[in-house]
């Protein structure tokens, strides 16, 4: 490697291979810089097209529940994708589950597998006394409150996952969930 002054003196005395030295590292520099910045260019519009198909996958499925008369309640997040909670005249829909609205004998908000609120239908109230909901706690501490909505039906009970997101999101995911199957159970 060549000094400051050492390519100070060369210059001086008019020597032609030190300036020659610093092309060839000024001009490695900048190709090394360019295909760098080509691969930056490169990252960034694979990004792009990524979301840009990501948008048009979940609007096509949105516009799929729509199209079958359904009313979306919620997306919630599960895993890698967005899950919708969707309804219609007779029934609630939740990823392939179908809830049939007349079946439904309680519905619970969990917070970390405890129930906050419940509504337990008039009509069906021994059904929702003989299959309590009840649900095995994850392992994934108390760092995040996680939201879930226990629906109760005559035959199973369906757990609808809300996510464990801060700033109350899964929050109002949990209640959008919660006041959807409530106004079912209320007006049967």
Request: proline content about 2%.
């Amino acid at each position: 490697m060549v000094s400051h002054a050492a390519y100070a003196r060369a210059s001086v005395s008019g020597h032609r291979g030190i300036d020659a030295f610093y092309e060839k590292q000024l001009m490695m520099r900048d190709l090394v810089a360019g295909l760098i910045a080509l691969g930056l260019l490169f990252i960034a519009a694979s990004l792009a097209t990524t979301l840009h198909f990501y948008r048009r996958r979940r609007r096509h499925v949105r516009d799929t529940e729509r199209e079958l008369g359904r009313t979306i309640i919620a997306e919630l997040p599960t895993g890698d994708e967005l899950m919708l909670f969707t309804e219609d005249e007779r029934s609630f829909h939740y990823g392939q589950h179908t809830i049939d609205k007349g079946r439904i004998a309680a519905a619970r908000v969990l917070i970390n597998g405890a129930p906050i609120a419940a509504v337990i239908s008039s009509r069906l109230a021994r059904e929702a006394q003989r299959h309590p909901t009840s649900f095995d706690d994850r392992p994934e501490g108390i760092a995040r409150d996680r939201w879930d909505v226990a629906i109760e039906t005559t035959d199973e009970t369906f757990l609808v996952q809300c996510g464990a997101i801060r700033e109350r999101i899964s929050q109002e995911l949990a209640r959008a969930v919660f006041d959807a199957v409530r106004r079912a159970v209320e007006a049967q």
